[in-house]
């Protein structure tokens, strides 16, 4: 019971920080934060970084009218003394999801990165349309897989203690403008797109 309910607290925290910003009131937030010192994305825990990368996807999807194909790498804590910062890696991963081989390579890759750079986590970001292997949503019951034909963004978590995975439905209106649908964090034993990154 204890173990559920620390799942379903975690799966809280990354939806609430997860939530996509109404245009109107995103410039009172950003002015509100202000006062409070934000904490650096190596000071997060997986699920706190989740829901940041999946806001900044929402807004780069608000302001570009594309989803990116991208890993980010959450950086490592500075080691005592270090004169630079570590930042934030985002990596380009467009073919990844093409064939088997090229996932398979892709996730050599980001492996060899994150190891590296001591990355503590990663998420990484496809949208639906976007995915020719592996399609994880196909001839999956309703029950299981319940946005049906619906183009939408999959965001999936890998840290060394945490593997979550959620799906956005994206909406086209009649000019061609993307908007958001139901955000949910769905099973990612189910429908996890990319291999483990962290052993």
């Not at 910003?21 to 000071?43: C, F, I, N, Q, T």
Request: charged share 25%; with cysteine; aromatic share 8%.
């Amino acid at each position: 019971k204890a173990a559920k309910a620390a799942k379903a607290a975690k799966a809280a925290k990354v939806e609430a920080a997860s939530q996509p910003p109404p245009s109107a009131v995103a410039p009172e937030r950003a002015a509100m934060g202000k006062g409070a010192p934000a904490k650096h994305l190596y000071d997060l825990d997986p699920e706190e970084f989740a829901g940041a990368m999946i806001q900044d996807v929402f807004d780069q999807v608000l302001k570009t009218g594309a989803v990116p194909t991208i890993a980010y790498l959450q950086p490592a804590r500075p080691k005592p003394g270090a004169a630079e910062e570590p930042g934030l890696a985002g990596i380009g991963i467009e073919h990844a999801f093409n064939t088997p081989a090229t996932l398979g390579n892709c996730a050599d890759f980001i492996r060899k990165h994150a190891t590296e750079q001591g990355a503590q986590s990663a998420m990484v970001i496809v949208r639906k349309s976007q995915v020719g292997y592996p399609c994880v949503w196909k001839g999956k019951p309703k029950g299981v897989w319940k946005f049906g034909k619906a183009d939408g963004i999959f965001m999936q978590l890998e840290a060394k203690g945490a593997r979550a995975m959620f799906f956005t439905e994206l909406q086209t209106s009649g000019d061609g403008k993307l908007s958001f649908g139901e955000t949910a964090q769905i099973d990612v034993d189910e429908f996890g797109l990319f291999p483990r990154v962290f052993q």
